[in-house]
């Protein structure tokens, strides 16, 4: 069964500073997704990571995929607090198709 | 319509009561996902359906729960028999195709509480 798991399950951090979100899974997979949900609010897509190696950015989110470690990172540069959200990582899992989510990380800037 | 859409957004159940929570895809899509989101909890897949067929049931927690789709659209997950631990967010997303290089679109969710 795929595992995935994400650290921190939440983290505080000042605006300004830099900070790295992890994503670890179990089996092999070369499809990974980060995905934002602002509280009330549905998931909004982010990144969609299609192969090893595989990096994008958008605005201060980076992120990449490692598969051979099976680690994605989703770097967050000079944090700004409308970045505050819930962060999950998914990963597409071939042999049933279909996505199995991490557990979140609770992002909070703090001013 | 623009987004997924679902209604309703929230419930309130009374434990053994049947309640029906429907989706909307975006237009076109032919791939519709229902998750399940608890208190503390990751996102929990439940079923997957491409037009109206559903190859994958396998995450459906128990034979009280069911979902159809009808006309490659409207989706509707009934939970039977309500308990307390169905409380949760029940999440439905679409995608234009199924498979891993689409993106998913999420609806906002049905807030379910069983009282």
């Known amino acids: 069964e795929l595992k995935v798991e994400q650290n921190p399950l939440f983290l505080s951090m000042q605006e300004g500073k830099n900070y790295t979100i992890y994503c670890n899974y179990s089996?092999?997979?070369?499809?990974l997704y980060w995905y934002r949900q602002d509280p009330g609010k549905s998931l909004e897509s982010l990144f969609v990571?299609?192969?090893?190696?595989a990096v994008k950015q958008e605005g201060r989110l980076m992120a990449s995929l490692d598969t051979k470690a099976r680690l994605s990172t989703l770097h967050i540069t000079a944090a700004v607090h409308d970045l505050s959200a819930t962060y999950f990582c998914?990963?597409?899992?071939?042999?049933?198709?279909?996505?199995?989510f991490g557990t979140g990380t609770r992002l909070t800037i703090i001013p | 319509g623009a987004g997924v859409s679902q209604s309703p957004s929230n419930k309130v159940t009374e434990k053994g009561k049947d309640v029906e929570l429907r989706c909307d895809p975006i237009s076109g899509h032919t791939a519709l996902y229902w998750y399940r989101q608890s208190l503390g909890q990751g996102l929990e897949f439940l079923i997957y359906f491409q037009g109206n067929s559903a190859p994958d049931k396998s995450g459906l927690p128990s034979d009280r729960f069911s979902a159809e789709r009808t006309g490659g659209s409207v989706s509707t997950l009934t939970i039977q028999r309500t308990q307390q631990e169905d409380s949760a967010v029940y999440l439905c997303?679409?995608?234009?195709?199924?498979?891993?290089?689409?993106?998913?679109?999420f609806g906002s969710g049905t807030q379910l509480s069983v009282l």
């Open positions: 089996t092999t997979s070369d499809r």
């Open positions: 990571l299609l192969s090893n190696g």
């Open positions: 998914a990963v597409y899992n071939f042999g049933n198709e279909k996505l199995t």
């Open positions: 997303a679409s995608s234009l195709l199924p498979g891993p290089n689409e993106k998913l679109f």
